[in-house]
């Protein structure tokens, strides 16, 4: 069961363009929700994250949008760079539960054209 | 200080044959995740280990097992491969009470399964 879907799978931006990628969770029982960047030949490294009780988290170029009724949140990158090139990974993980495991999505592939 | 470390970087093996990666955490960590990544998908929760024992365990079967050591590194071991254990293998290390906010995640071992 995929409790954690992604979309776009890829897309291409301009460079100064805006990134928009989107995540929909089924679990209501997530309260942390991090995104990761990976890039080939790598692990996914931490981005930026978020709980439920903010709509909005702002890091950077890099911000975070929540709703929780939807329950759907987004990743933004703003003013997209071509080092922003990289695999992106939605997450979602319950904090008090043992282990705290990352339930990933499927990821998106972002290409930033110079 | 070093971060994840994972042995061996790449592997290949022939079905039906059995191998072992390793992980060595994060200086401070002591709580140790693995999880297969697909090619193309997100990352997906193996087990993860704490003082030696397994906490948790995701949706893999039995040909999945794994150990953790007193100085909390730890090894994750595939039985009887399949053509579909083909992956890369991340390894991530957190605190005990860390919660999910300290993963930190290895460049992982790419499987190869002939």
């Known amino acids: 069961q995929q409790q954690v879907k992604q979309s776009p799978q890829s897309l291409i931006v301009q ?3 805006i990134s928009i990628i989107n995540c929909a969770y089924e679990n209501t029982a997530f309260d942390y929700f991090p995104w990761y960047q990976q890039f080939p030949g790598k692990g996914p490294a931490l981005l930026i994250a978020i709980r439920p009780d903010v709509s ?8 975070i949008s ?3 009724s939807a329950k759907q949140f987004s990743l933004h990158i703003m003013d997209s760079q071509p080092g922003d090139s990289a695999t992106y990974f939605c997450a979602a993980s319950i904090i ?3 282990g705290n495991k990352l339930t990933f999505g499927g990821g998106t592939r972002v290409l930033v054209k110079p | 200080d070093a971060g994840v470390t994972q042995s ?9 044959q ?3 990666l390793r992980c060595s955490p994060k200086s401070g960590h002591d709580t140790v995740s693995w999880y297969q990544q697909a090619l193309g998908q997100g990352p997906q929760f193996i087990f993860q280990y704490y003082e030696e024992e397994e906490r948790q365990r995701g949706n893999f079967p039995d040909r ?12 994750l071991n595939v039985n009887a491969l399949l053509l579909g254990d083909s992956a890369l293998y991340l390894c991530a290390s957190t605190m005990t009470g860390g919660g999910p906010y300290g993963y930190t995640f290895g460049s992982g071992t790419r499987l190869t399964v002939v």
């Open chain 1, 15 to 17: 460079k100064g363009g």
């Open chain 1, 56 to 63: 909005e988290k702002k890091e950077g170029r890099f911000t």
């Open chain 1, 66 to 68: 929540f709703n929780k």
């Open chain 1, 96 to 98: 008090k539960a043992a």
């Open chain 2, 8 to 16: 061996p970087t790449h592997l290949i093996k022939t079905r039906g």
């Open chain 2, 18 to 20: 059995q191998v072992t």
């Open chain 2, 64 to 75: 999945f097992s794994g150990h953790q050591f007193p100085n909390y590194s730890s090894e």
